[in-house]
Nanobody
Framework: QVQLVESGGGSVQAGGSLSVSCTAS????????MAWYRQAPGKQRELVAS???????NYADFVKDRFTISRDNAKNTVYLQMNSLKPEDTAVYYC??????????????????WGQGSQVTVSS
């Protein structure tokens, strides 16, 4: 079993910065894909940024040059640093990790995990 715990987020005025983090814990596993999504009230969940195990990043156009996705392998933690925040960035932010799990040394599959969500509110 693998668990994800998000932390961070909060409230800030436009132009400010916030960060969210997502830590995976549990039995033997490896993170193969990382992404952050967000969902604003009344809107569909949308991809914000992704990071492959090979270090390739992709960003949605609406956050390019403002947000940065990164990881700390030793801590099994993925981060999203958000700068120059705008009111339209207000949403619940979710981490999404593709995780390969092992039973001892035996590969037991790769699964999709979601964090519990972190509220980010940007006021004008």
């Amino acid at each position: 079993q693998v668990q994800l715990v998000e932390s961070g987020g909060g409230s800030v005025q436009a132009g400010g910065s916030l960060s969210v983090s997502c830590t995976a814990s549990g039995d033997t596993f490896s993170i193969v894909h990382m992404a952050w999504y967000r969902q604003a009230p009344g809107k569909q969940r949308e991809l914000v940024a992704s990071l492959s195990s090979g270090g390739i990043t992709n960003y949605a156009d609406f956050v390019k040059d403002r947000f940065t996705i990164s990881r700390d392998n030793a801590k099994n933690t993925v981060y999203l640093q958000m700068n120059s925040l705008k009111p339209e960035d207000t949403a619940v932010y979710y981490c999404n990790l593709g995780i390969s799990v092992y039973s001892g040394s035996v590969y037991a599959g790769t699964y999709d995990y979601w964090g519990q969500g972190s509220q980010v509110t940007v006021s004008s």
